[in-house]
């Protein structure tokens, strides 16, 4: 299964809500991705986590707060949102630092 | 940050044509992986070169890659209408640290 989850596949949120994202995979990998892409633009790394701890976090802002509960499940909590980031975000995981990324299809987000 | 670049940005062919890109990035690297999305869905894996390896195929694919100048290309054979996507380099660095960076991408349409 070389699958990765994402739910919802669409959100709309105004800038007070707080709501999150979800990712699962089951194929073993220890390294799990968020990021972000904005239209006719290639994918940003937001946050990575390895063996379930953050390792990497590209200075996103405070109102995007991303959790690993285990090695299957990756979320990423949203609060307090701005309209300009709205966007598609895709979730990936790895076996390894230098491995193929399998990529979910993404939550397209809407914030007003 | 984007170390890789692509040309052209833009690519229009009728089916049944091959298709080049072109991918030029900056630092050394252990792998280039090229990347396939369709309609701003999730990316969807298509080949890893390994900095050791020239040339690489996988069915109507074909990779190159010279890291003397740094360089790679993705030719598509016999193009399709379902080959019609938006086609990202990625480059990992001279450490093994889980980030990819993206080329800005090739929008290839396939004309019927």
């Known amino acids: 299964d070389t699958e990765v989850t994402q739910t919802p596949k669409h959100l709309v949120m105004g800038m007070t809500n707080k709501k999150s994202l979800k990712c699962e995979q089951h194929?073993?990998?220890?390294?799990m991705y968020w990021y972000k892409q904005k239209a006719k633009k290639p994918p940003e790394l937001m946050f990575v986590?390895?063996?379930?701890?953050?390792?990497i976090n590209e200075s996103v802002p405070s109102r995007f707060s991303p959790e690993c509960p285990n090695s299957s499940l990756l979320n990423l909590h949203l609060h307090a949102l701005q309209p300009e980031d709205s966007a598609l975000y895709l979730c990936?995981?790895?076996?390894?630092?230098?491995?193929?990324?399998?990529f979910g299809p993404g939550t397209r987000l809407l914030v007003l | 940050s984007q170390q890789g670049e692509e040309d052209p940005q833009a690519l229009s062919i009728q089916e049944g044509e091959n298709a080049t890109m072109n991918c030029s990035y900056k630092?050394?690297?252990?792998?280039l992986q090229w990347y396939r999305q369709n309609s701003g869905r999730g990316l969807v894996h298509l080949i890893l070169?390994?900095?050791?390896?020239r040339e690489k195929h996988s069915g109507r694919l074909r990779v190159t890659l010279d890291t003397s100048k740094k360089s790679s290309s993705l030719l598509i054979t016999a193009s399709r209408a379902a080959d019609t996507a938006s086609y990202f380099c990625?480059?990992?660095?001279?450490?093994?640290?889980?980030?990819?960076?993206f080329g800005a991408g090739t929008t290839v349409t396939v004309r019927a």
């Open positions: 990936a995981s790895s076996s390894g630092g230098t491995e193929t990324q399998y």
């Open positions: 194929m073993g990998h220890r390294a």
């Open positions: 990625a480059t990992d660095g001279p450490i093994s640290d889980y980030k990819l960076s």
């Open positions: 630092t050394s690297i252990n792998n």
């Open positions: 070169i390994r900095s050791n390896e």
């Open positions: 986590y390895s063996y379930e701890k953050l390792s």
